[in-house]
């Protein structure tokens, strides 16, 4: 019997898996705008449940189409613009976080992931909110993250470098510290975190 266990590498079928379900669930979200949309259009009254299912509908749309670029999969002929990035990167980020984006110019979709990547890390930092100010090229990519209160928490900051693996138990919160470093090996870069007292530069 032919043995398909190891047809593709153990990332490349996360990636897939992960490319599947956004794929998936983003129609159906997508319909749930249009529907509500249409009922604003056959004359359905305004009010705060329609305005809570809109602003669900467009968070959960939002976030799919964010989660599809950090964790599905990313091949190197696939370019994004700077822009597409950012405008997903604010669909996602809640009113806690503030973007200060001042990145520009086309990347290869693996850059756009590691981005997305590494703002999932940076948030993680700002533990009462705050601002991400992204900078840099695709060839350098800047990230810097401010608030009232910065925290380096547990041992997941020590798996950018590669180590901490063993020191820090990883949990699905915390999944993008583990992705991050794999996915810029295959740029041939690392990841570099700097801290000071009211802010956190991560720069790959």
């Known amino acids: ?68 670029v950090a964790f599905g999969l ?14 997903l990167a604010a669909a996602f980020f809640d009113a806690r976080i503030a973007l200060d984006w001042r990145l520009t110019g086309d990347m290869p979709r693996p850059v756009a992931q590691a981005l997305c990547l590494g703002l999932l890390c940076a948030e993680r930092a700002l533990l009462q909110g705050g601002t991400l100010a992204v900078a840099g090229t695709a060839g350098e990519v800047r990230i810097t993250a401010s608030g009232p209160r910065i925290a380096q928490q547990g041992g997941v900051w020590d798996m950018l470098d590669g180590g901490g693996a063993d020191a820090a138990p990883l949990t699905a919160a915390d999944v993008q510290f583990a992705l991050l470093p794999e996915t810029l090996a295959r740029l041939g870069r690392r990841a570099v975190a700097e801290w000071s007292g009211e802010s956190l530069l991560l720069r790959f």
Not at 24 to 35: E, H, K
Not at 46 to 60: C, I, K, R, T, Y
Not at 77 to 83: F, G, N, W, Y
Request: hydrophobic share 35%; with cysteine; proline share 5%.
């Open 1 to 68: 019997m032919e043995d398909f266990g190891n047809t593709y590498p153990n990332r490349q079928l996360t990636q897939l898996i992960g490319s599947r379900i956004c794929h998936d669930l983003i129609s159906p979200v997508g319909a749930i705008s249009n529907g509500l949309e249409l009922l604003r259009l056959s004359g359905a009254p305004e009010g705060p449940e329609m305005e809570l299912m809109q602003a669900s509908a467009d968070n959960a749309n939002g976030r799919i189409r964010f989660f599809r």
């Open 74 to 87: 990313s091949c190197e002929d696939q370019v994004m613009d700077a822009e597409g990035v950012r405008a």
